[in-house]
């Protein structure tokens, strides 16, 4: 057993095509898989690519995050995910890219299980609703000049990281994201190891185009420097 999709496999196995209840026909269990790559890949390889992009554009957030981990891990051990709490900035960088992007800004659809009332609005029972992600995690009377690139509001006055840090990139409710733990960890571990030992600049003749198109892949030229 190597991951969730062995799990998968191993309940679907010598199942009839059309199982139900509690097991898995083969094809519900190629949709499962195709949700968990879809669902797990995309949004955390390009969060990745965000935030080297804001990494190049913002300088400083940069040079304060590789001495965030030269103080406190040094530039030769292997970063984990247990080294979180020991880099708040780093973290925090993260966070607020996490914030700023909204990369999943209308979650996945849902669906009402019966007649609701929201704001004066009555919606019908079996109606589509998105949550609007964007919208909360730009909301000028919460977070203060929402468009500015500011990991330093993530971060109290001895900074460590604030309470507001979950500002629902991940959704709410029953159906929240069930990799948030795992995808926060995984960007974490890429992005901390990356700056131990590298720096990021921009290529020249390149763009940064922070100007995203939804459901195409992003891509732009940066050059990597190695610290080491
Ligand atoms: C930066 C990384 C990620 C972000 C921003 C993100 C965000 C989201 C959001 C907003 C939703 C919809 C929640 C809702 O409708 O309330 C969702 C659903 C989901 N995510 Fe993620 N996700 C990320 C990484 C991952 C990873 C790594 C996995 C798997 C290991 C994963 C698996 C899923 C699945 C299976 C669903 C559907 C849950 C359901 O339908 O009940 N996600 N994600």
């Known amino acids: 057993m190597r991951d969730i999709s062995d799990a998968l496999c191993g309940v679907s196995i010598d199942l009839p095509e059309n199982g139900t209840g509690d097991t898995l026909s083969s094809t519900l269990l190629q949709f499962q898989i195709l949700s968990l790559q879809g669902a797990g890949f ?12 804001y990494l190049i554009t913002f300088p400083d957030v940069q040079e304060r995050a590789q001495k965030e981990i030269d103080h406190e891990l040094g530039s030769s051990r292997n970063i984990s995910g247990n080294d979180q709490a020991k880099l708040p900035y780093v973290m925090a ?35 589509v609703v998105f949550f609007n992600l964007h919208s909360v995690a730009h909301k000028e009377s919460y977070w203060g000049c929402p468009e500015n690139f500011r990991p330093k509001r993530l971060l109290d006055d001895s900074g460590n990281l ?36 590298c720096s990021f600049q921009k290529a020249d003749g390149s763009d940064l185009d922070f100007d995203p198109t939804r459901g195409l892949v992003l891509s732009f030229k940066v050059i990597v420097k190695r610290n080491l």
């Open 162 to 197: 604030l309470e507001k840090c979950s500002h629902l990139a991940f959704g709410a409710g029953r159906r929240q994201c069930p990799g948030e733990t795992i995808a926060k960890m995984k960007i974490f571990i890429v992005i901390a190891t990356l700056l131990q030992r």
């Open 42 to 53: 995309d949004t955390t390889s390009r969060t990745i690519m965000f935030i080297i992009l």
């Open 93 to 127: 960088t993260v966070l607020e890219v996490l914030r700023k992007t909204a990369i999943v800004p209308f979650a996945i659809p849902h669906l009402t299980l019966h007649d609701a009332k929201l704001r004066g609005y009555d919606i019908d029972k079996d109606t």
